[in-house]
């Protein structure tokens, strides 16, 4: 299992999550409107859950039924061709 970022965190992209995260799985473009969590990176130690200021992140078995797509979203973009860095702090 893995953590996966969803809707509320868009628009919002606090960092908070990054800065918590041991393996820097949690990562974004500049131009994404949200974060995105790696789930071959994700160690499901649930150490950025607490940290989202807007309650966006959950474990991939407990994503709310309406926002179930994002947990295909996080997956996919990282097999796209140009999958997001972790963010510069």
Known sequence: MTYVIVE???GV???SC???CPVDCIH?????TMYF???DECIDC???EP???VSAIFPEDDVPANMESYTAKNKEVFDSDTPPT???R
């Open 8 to 10: 509320p965190c868009i």
């Open 13 to 15: 992209k606090d960092a």
């Open 18 to 20: 990054v800065d918590v």
């Open 28 to 32: 974004a473009t500049e131009d994404d």
């Open 37 to 39: 969590i790696d789930p």
């Open 46 to 48: 649930g150490a950025c």
């Open 51 to 53: 940290e989202c200021p």
């Open 86 to 88: 972790r963010p510069k």
